[in-house]
């Protein structure tokens, strides 16, 4: 069956620093890759979509510069929080689309900023 | 803009209630509705989902039907466990969105054995 996975499980990072993780989908080629950010009292926060052979597209308060991110094929992506803050805290999920219609997630990264 | 709603925040619920847990959406066309199921400490994991308006979607004894009309997508499950205890997040994706989805709230569900 299909299977997302997020790595790492948990970071921590000092104010200021950047972190890097990793979104691997196995069993399956990815058509679209959504990042989200969880944070303590909301509900998911879209960060940006990918879709193959697409830019990569923003969404409002999220920009490029701030959380760079890598798809570079079907099965992977990656996503770097620069310059990380208190207020980046948070679960980091990776949702992948498989065809028209199914989307799995993975179990994401938590990020603590100290 | 698209939205969705889950008017319960909480439920509480003894082993083998009925559960109800509400759902309505707001769009333009025939967007793919899904349930979500998140533990804690984890992701969210897709629990069921329906392309098709009036059709249901089932899954370990849950199940919700596509009401274009009423534009609802109610979860339901006829006898709740105490496992069942987690949050559960309503959402939808238009088929050209790519893998962005538009949650709702969230309703926690906890089931007291």
């Known amino acids: 069956g299909a299977l997302v996975y997020q790595y790492p499980r948990r970071t921590i990072c000092k104010s200021g620093t950047s972190m890097r993780m990793e979104c691997q989908a196995v069993g399956f080629q990815a058509t679209s890759v959504a990042w989200y950010r969880q944070s303590p009292q909301k509900t998911f926060e879209l960060i940006a979509l990918?879709?193959?052979?697409?830019?990569?597209?923003?969404e409002q308060n999220f920009t490029q510069e701030k959380f760079p991110i890598s798809h570079p094929n079907l099965s992977f992506s990656s996503m770097t929080v620069l310059n990380a803050y208190l207020e980046d805290r948070g679960l980091y999920l990776c949702?992948?689309?498989?065809?028209?219609?199914?989307?799995?997630f993975g179990p994401g990264t938590r990020l603590t900023v100290l | 803009g698209d939205s969705v709603i889950q008017m319960q925040g909480q439920v509480t619920l003894s082993e083998n209630d009925f559960l109800f847990i509400n759902c309505t959406y707001s769009t333009t066309g025939y967007p793919t509705l899904f349930w979500y199921v998140q533990y804690s400490g984890e992701g969210p994991q897709l629990l069921l989902q329906?392309?098709?308006?009036?059709n249901k979607g089932s899954s370990r004894g849950f199940e919700a039907t596509y009401d274009k009309g009423t534009t609802s997508f109610h979860l339901q499950k006829t006898s709740v466990q105490e496992i069942d205890s987690a949050v559960y997040y309503c959402?939808?994706?238009?088929?050209?969105?790519?893998?962005?989805?538009?949650f709702g709230g969230g309703t926690r569900l906890t089931v007291r054995p």
């Open positions: 959402a939808m994706s238009h088929n050209n969105a790519g893998a962005k989805l538009t």
């Open positions: 329906v392309t098709t308006a009036n």
């Open positions: 990918s879709t193959v052979n697409s830019a990569i597209k923003y």
């Open positions: 949702g992948v689309r498989q065809g028209a219609y199914e989307q799995y």
